[in-house]
Structures are given as C-alpha cells and as structure tokens.
C-alpha cells in the first residue's frame, strides 16, 4: 500500500470523499490522473468543502476546480460529496450535499456541480430529483450520458431525528455537447425505501452510498441496512425496484459505503465501521476482505476513514481516500 | 526614560539563593568556551541537587528571590535558561511607522525588563494618590521569581504587505523565513503571526504575566498586541524532561552539549552581525484533543508516541536516555518503534542528523464548542488546551520546517493534535547591559 498525496489544498478543505480515475485525456486532465474532492472545509465542518484535486499517479497534487460555497444553482451551498463523474467532452460532474454548520439542522438539496476540463465552474444542475447527492455511477452514450445517483437527504429533519426510509437511487440522462454544460432530459426514481440517518454529534448523514453499474444492474450499497442490494434493468426500467434484490448482507460488511468494479467484474466496497476493503461477487459470495486503514486513533479502528474507490488504471490496484489522514493512498494487486 | 536602572550585574542584585544559583545556571556557563556545562546535563544536574536529601527541593520562597540575568555578552534569557514553571507569550502588531518610535519601544522594553527581573517595579511607583502608577503592582513582593524577558522579531518587522516600514527589508535575515503552510495545519489568524515577540518566563504565573503586562503598555500607540498564551511546565515538580498534557515526557533528545548548541542553537558567521549568537523561534499553538487521547489503550498511547509513558524510554528500552534504536524489530519482524510514530519521525536519524531545542509549555484556555479534524467529526464542548511548542534553532530552514514537513504528513500523533496558531522570530543576542537593547545593532 502506498500513500500517493495529501489531499488537503491550499485553502485547507479536508475529508476526501469521492474518487474517480480520469478514463481519458481533456483539458488539464490526463488519463489515469485521479480526482480528488473534499467534503469539509478548514472549520471541520462537514457539507462545506469545496475543492477538487488532480492528482497525478506520480503523487503530484494540484487544485483543479474550487467551487464558489454558495451558487445560486446549488440550493444549500456547496459541499462536494462522493459523487463525481467525467462526461465525454470533459466536463466533471460533481456532487454537493451543502450544509451551512457541518449538521443536517442546516443542509440543502444541492446539486450537481459542472466544471470544464479546465477547471472552471460551467454550471449546476439541481431539481426536484436531486436530494442529497451522494455517489454515482455514469454510463456513456456519445451525445447522452446516464447517471446513475443515490440521494440520501430525502426527509432527512435534522440531526438526531429518527431513521427515514426514504433514500433512493435515480437515473438522469443527459444531453452531452461539447461547447455547451450538460442538460437534464429526464429523471426517473429507480429504487427507492433505503434508510436514511443523521447523527447527533457526528458524521452528517447516513444513507444509500455506493452505485456501481455491471451488465444492466446497478448495485447500491446500503450501509445502514449492511447490504448490497442489486436494481434490475436499471437502463430500462420506468417503476421503482423499491429496495431491490439483497445481494450480500453482513459477513465482512460493516456499513457498505464506497463501490467499484473491479477487473475480474466484482464488486469493491469500502466499510464505514472500519478500515477494511471487502470484494464480493455479483451473486454475493464474498471472496476477501483487506484491512487498509486500521488506525486505532478510530473506534473501532478505521471506523469512519474510508469513503471513495476507484480502479487503477490497467487494474494494477485500488485507489481509496484516507479520511483520517487526508491522504490518497493505493493498495497494489498482483 | 527610565527612572531605576539595574546595575549591569549578571547575577541581579536580589541576591540568588544558593538552590537558586544552582538550578537557575547562568546561560554563560552554558555558551561559555567548549567544557563549559552544557545546558540539559547543568539543569539535570542541579534539578538532581536540588531533589538531593541534603538540600529539600525548594518550593515557594526561595525560587521567589532568584534572578535570571537579563543583561549578558551571550544569547538572551529564556532560551536556555532552566525552564520556569510558567510562561506568559505575546505577539504584537507594530501600529508605528517611524523607526525611531520602534527604536525608542525597544529601548524602554530592555529598561524595564531589566528591573522587572531583578523582581524591581517597572519603573519606581510614585506614591502620588492623584498619579497614575507606571506599575500595575501585582507583582510587589512576589520577588524576581527567576523571571526572563525573551524578545523577538518578526517577519513584520522588516517588511510587511509588502512595506518596507522601517527601512529595514535588505536587513531580514534568510533564515527568516514565512513559515510554509503545513498539511493539517488549522491555524486561526487572530493567533498568528506578529512584528514583535515578548516571552516572559518565572516561577509564578501573576510575575510572568506582570512583565508583558507592563511591556505592552509601554507599547501604546506604537505597538498592539495581537495574540497572548499563557503556559505551565512542570519541570521543576518532576525534576527531570517535563510531561505535557498527554502524559509523555517531552523534549528528551534536545541539544544540551555546547557543541551540539554551537551547531544547532546560535547564528553563527552565516547570520548577519546583529544575530550572531542568538537563534530562532518557532512558536506553535497546537491543540491537543485531550479527550480522544483519554479514550486511547495505554498501548496505542505508546505506539504513537514510540515511548513508554512513565519512563520516557524508547519502546522497548527501561532508561529515558537510551538511544533510540529504529532499527530494532519484534519476533514478528515489525519495527519496534512503529514507523509512524513520533519519536521515529522527529529522531534526528531521519532528518539529516539536524535537532532543534524544545522549550515548550503546556496552556489550559478552559473549553469551547469544537468540531474536531478527524472521523467522525465529533462536534462538543471539548477542552481547548495542549502545547506552546517552541523550537529553537540556527536556522528554521534546516531545523523545524523540514522536520516538520514530515510529521505533518506521516506522525501518527498527527490524529490528535492540531496546530492552531503559529509565529516564527529571530531572538537577537542578549543586551550588553544598561542603556543597550536586544538587537540595537540591526538598527545600527
């Protein structure tokens, strides 16, 4: 395992959620360098970080966008979250789940932040459809794209509020162009029912994490019910799937959180009650797990510190965020 | 100008007490020509004499009525002196833009620092009822208490926003550095920086924070200031390497021979003249998040630091002073002292053999609302106290920024503390005696 960078930026945002591995070259971007995002900012406060990092596989770090906090298209304001996906002309789409002090008591819907290939701030999409965007899955189409987004604020009143069962996961398609941001052409709910929490005095919220898309499913990671649960004809499908179908449940998993593909096809998550990497099959077999951050100063260790994952490129390995350490670190697979 | 000055007696004229002699040694004996008693052994030894049968550790009385000398051909007081069991320290702001104001500041500082460390007035009370007292008074009887007057500059001093205020700029030394921003840093801006440092260290809180309290008035209109913090040491208590608030012995590998302090200490033929055989500051506010490190097992406690807790001794070692092994592994061929821990981090093994000496102070502010900087980003009322680190070395460049550009990112003591305020200065030699200032030849 190899720490890559530091993921604090000048301006000392913190608590790096999302992870995405650049599949192709564009403006300030070269294939296989790795975003970075920050959920806090220097006052700890969750729901107020606002930077994206570019990190090079050589550990090379650079601020690549800073979002304004507060957009008039944001509702809530900014704070960037694990969602984040690069379209086919270069723009990064980038989740924000804002809050104002760092607790529900005061966070938005927000949005999906739109930043060009160079780093500049080009739009926001937001709407009824958009509640707490949480993490996110796209698939390609040319002139389209498809997002495949969980929210996880939906009738979340606050902290310390009893559990709500109403996360989901919806499908947006996009209209892509070169010269102009990415427009909404249509949403639609595709499952929905997962358990939604916020804590008194600490972490914001919990709810429906991890997307991944393989072969037509889309898989969620639910880490307040520890399972993976799979959507069926999630490209096609027009009614709610409602919690889907469990996939996997308990074992290793110890609150789902972060989700990726892996090379052979399954599927990686990271655990939010502690610092463990778990691989489990489509048909939810678990074939190993992997401690990567058991840091004691957390209880259990680890607990809290992992949140976004992403492939190396050529399958070499996993990127994960270190949130204890701000750090970008890889775990090498032979 | 001043009323009383003190003689030009290196020893005060309070009359030390014999302990008092013994544990405060003067620092010329420490700067003195090679096989002059270096700083750490000379204190250790005369903290072991004290604790001696013959002689009780003296509490109380007799630590009031010792001096610290002020004036001195050597470096200043405060730095290597045997830490005082309180600190008062504050940054301030220059307002003035005429360079003889800050002249004339530094020469009634010097003044009064003098007499308030011979446990003298500021300046002698008037006795008038209808005048304003140019002392506050409540340090009246409470004697020298081995009190010292550390003054430092700043950044400012030379230059600030880039303005050249007191035609000073071509003047600031290289090793003057802006300190770079360190990951993890979270520092407050009302606790940072400042033109000009005062340090006032003694036996007794109300005599420490007397001095600056009667300094800073002096500086009204010419100075403000900007950030103060008070601290504690119990190094005189424990008679040996003080613990701070996480239970640790801190400060054991220092430079304490004169041969290390020449090599690492003081400015030498690289400094401009005015700094030649004083040093740098670096003085870091670092909370500590005392009630997560209350809730860790001794064990972890232990591998963090890469010492055991009641000894001081390096993991795996009984004595405080054993060498630090890195190389030591366990049955299982893991490092003995885990590879992230601070000890490792900090050695001087892995920082190009460079050391920096620590003088810190423990600090108390009571308790606030704070979210902390770690999962799960608790937010409570939570104590808001930790370390006044202070590092003092030759050159910040090669002492406390490049070692601490590797503990920022890598110690594993990085979970629990968080550096909030920060300051670097250089701490010109001592004044020479009456009438003379600390640093008069920059001006010169």
Redesign the interface.
């Known amino acids: 395992m190899t720490t890559i960078a530091s993921t604090i930026p000048a301006n000392g945002d913190e608590n790096p959620y999302a992870v995405y591995v650049a599949p192709f070259s564009a403006g300030l971007i070269r294939t296989g360098d790795v975003l970075v995002d920050d959920f806090n900012s220097v006052s700890n406060e969750q729901g107020t970080g606002t930077s994206v990092l570019l990190v090079a596989p050589s550990g090379t770090a650079k601020t690549f966008a800073e979002v304004p906090r507060h957009l008039a298209g944001c509702p809530g304001g900014v704070g960037l979250t694990t969602a984040m996906a690069m379209l086919p002309d270069g723009w990064v789409l980038v989740g924000s789940t804002p809050t104002l002090d760092g607790t529900t008591a005061t966070a938005g819907h927000g949005c999906l932040v739109v930043i060009s290939a160079t780093g500049r701030l080009a739009g926001t999409i937001a709407g009824p459809e958009i509640d707490g965007p949480w993490d996110m899955a796209t698939l390609d189409h040319g002139s389209t794209a498809t997002l495949f987004l969980t929210n996880t604020l939906i009738d979340v009143n606050g902290p310390g509020q009893p559990t709500v069962d109403k996360g989901d996961l919806v499908r947006i398609v996009l209209r892509v162009a070169t010269s102009s941001p990415p427009i909404v052409v249509s949403s639609k709910v595709l499952a929905s029912g997962f358990p939604e929490r916020s804590d008194v005095e600490s972490r914001l919220v919990a709810g429906p994490t991890g997307v991944a898309l393989e072969a037509g499913t889309a898989y969620v990671a639910d880490p307040l019910s520890n399972t993976v649960v799979a959507i069926p004809d999630a490209l096609t499908r027009t009614v709610s799937a409602g919690t889907g179908k469990v996939v996997s449940s308990g074992g290793e998993l110890h609150g789902p959180l972060g989700m990726a593909v892996a090379p052979n096809g399954d599927l990686l998550l990271t655990n939010v009650l502690n610092g463990d990497l778990v691989e489990i099959t489509l048909s939810g077999h678990e074939v190993a797990h992997a401690v990567v951050d058991p840091d004691p100063a957390q209880s259990p260790p680890g607990a809290g510190d992992l949140f976004g994952i992403a492939i190396a490129p050529g399958g070499k390995g996993v990127y994960f965020v270190k949130d204890d350490t701000n750090t970008l670190a890889l775990l090498r697979c032979r | 100008m001043v009323g009383d000055p003190v003689s030009n007696n290196e020893r005060g004229d309070s009359g030390s007490s014999g302990t008092g002699a013994a544990r405060g040694v003067s620092r010329r004996r420490f700067l003195g020509s090679v096989g002059g008693a270096a700083l750490g052994a000379g204190a250790l030894a005369a903290r072991l004499k004290i604790s001696s049968p013959d002689e009780p550790t003296p509490k109380g009385t007799s630590y009031r009525n010792s001096t610290e000398p002020f004036y001195g051909d050597g470096p200043q007081g405060g730095i290597t002196t045997a830490p005082q069991s309180n600190t008062y320290f504050a940054a301030l702001d220059l307002l003035s833009e005429r360079r003889l104001e800050v002249v004339e500041l530094l020469r009634s500082w010097n003044a009064v620092a003098a007499n308030l460390t011979a446990g003298k007035p500021a300046r002698p009370l008037l006795k008038n009822v209808s005048a304003v007292e140019p002392d506050s008074g409540e340090a009246i009887d409470l004697g020298p208490a081995r009190l010292t007057v550390t003054f430092g500059f700043g950044t400012g001093l030379f230059e600030k926003g880039g303005a050249d205020r007191y035609g000073l700029s071509s003047r600031r030394p290289a090793a003057l550095v802006d300190l770079p921003?360190f990951?993890?840093?979270?520092l407050i801006e009302q606790k940072t920086g400042g033109d000009l440092t005062i340090q006032a260290c003694a036996e007794d809180s109300q005599v420490a924070f007397h001095a600056v309290r009667q300094l800073a008035r002096l500086a009204d209109g010419v100075a403000q200031i900007r950030w103060v913090q008070a601290g504690f040491n119990e190094t005189a208590a424990s008679q040996g390497t003080p613990r701070n608030l996480m239970g640790f012995k801190d400060g054991t590998i220092n430079p304490t021979t004169a041969a290390q302090q020449a090599k690492f200490l003081w400015v030498a033929s690289e400094g401009p003249a005015w700094m030649r055989g004083g040093t740098y500051l670096v003085a870091r506010r670092i909370r500590i998040s005392l009630e997560?490190w209350d809730?860790?097992s001794l064990s972890?406690q232990e591998?963090?630091i890469g010492r055991h807790k009641v000894s001081g001794a390096p993991l795996g070692e009984s004595s405080e002073f054993a060498p630090l092994d890195l190389e030591a592994t366990d049955a299982s061929g893991n490092p003995v002292i885990p590879i992230d821990a601070h000890v490792r981090l900090a050695a001087p093994q892995n920082n190009r053999g460079e050391m920096i000496l620590r003088r810190s102070y423990s600090y108390n502010d009571g308790i606030d609302l704070?979210?902390?900087?770690?999962?799960?980003?608790?937010?409570?009322l939570l104590y808001d106290a930790g370390l006044l680190f202070c590092a003092y070395q030759r050159d910040p460049r090669k002492g406390f920024i490049p070692i601490f550009e590797s503990l920022a990112?890598?110690d594993?003591l990085?979970?629990?503390t968080t550096h909030t305020g920060s300051v670097i200065v250089a701490l010109p030699r001592a004044a020479l005696g009456d009438g003379h200032f600390v640093g008069e030849d920059l001006f010169v």
């Open positions: 921003r990951p993890n840093d979270q997560h809730q860790e972890v591998q963090v704070f979210t902390e900087r770690w999962p799960p980003w608790e937010r409570a990112e890598n594993s990085g979970q629990f």
